[in-house]
């Protein structure tokens, strides 16, 4: 049976580490190790580890800032045989290890994912919307478009191959994740262009029997125009590295850049709107300002 190393990357929030590695103490069984990767520096992390470590193998590691960074940090310390990234505001219970360990029995799987539990957002086109799909630029559920949009999955209770899993639950083999490792150019979609990557050297399993529940903290915290701006940044950073340019790949990127001003206007966020007008200005560095996770 494969042995499990947790990594959790966090700035600032010992409270919900501390919500966390309580959900994952009720789990049967426990992961072997926890890894808790500070982005700062907290005597009060320090605390709350501390509270934590008999029960649950914990070591708490101090990183530079990013969540690129802290992820890294964690695969360099990991012992398990597979890594499971969680973001400190989610909610585990259950069986959820004893699942992941019967999905990597399957020795062609690299990476395993389940269904994301989030609240839903008050926009318009939400990320679960419907409208999503008719989003231009081909591609399959848990894929990616032509230029590196993630197609989301919607048939939420049919376990398939992806090629996406989100950052806040992505469990990988320990050796695959070392080999691939997270782009630190990148403060957001990371965890976009890690999975895509991955996809290429093994499979990826979407299982909706194993769940979890994202609250999405950080993202209320993130002020709109300097998050657009870089966001921009991000896309064409994405789409240049991993995709081929195409005409149709290209002209459908244009569109796509398009729908999303729009979607900002329709929802209010005349900001976010003006942010992504003048990302071609924008830099993964104006997004370490915003706390994400």
Known sequence: MAALSVVVPTVGRPDRVSLLLASIARCDPHPDEVLVVDGEGSDQLETVVAKWDA????????????????????????????????????????RTFAQIHEAFDDQGVVGVTGRVIEPRGR?????????RRWIPGGGTQGGFTRYGYP?????????????????????????????????????????????????HIGRIRYLPEISIIHRK?????????????????????LFRKN???TALARMQFGIFLITLVAHRIVNGDLAGARGLLHGHGGSPRGLDSVAKR
Do not use: H
């Open 151 to 199: 197609r989301y999955v919607y048939d939420v209770d049919v376990p398939r191959d992806v090629q996406f899993m989100p950052g806040c639950f992505a469990c990988v083999r320990t050796p695959a994740a070392r080999a691939i490792g997270f782009d630190e150019n990148l403060a957001v979609a990371e965890d976009e262009d890690f999975s895509y990557r991955l996809s």
């Open 55 to 94: 029960e649950l193998n914990l070591k708490l590691l101090v990183s530079p800032r990013g969540v690129s960074r802290q992820r890294n940090a964690g695969i360099a310390s990991a012992r398990g045989d597979v890594i499971v990234f969680l973001d400190d505001d989610v909610v585990i219970e259950g």
């Open 123 to 131: 926009r318009l086109v939400a990320q679960d919307s419907r409208l």
């Open 243 to 245: 995709f081929e340019q």
């Open 217 to 237: 903290l950080g993202f209320k915290s993130r002020e709109p125009r300097t998050f657009d701006q870089a966001l921009v940044w991000t896309r064409r950073y």
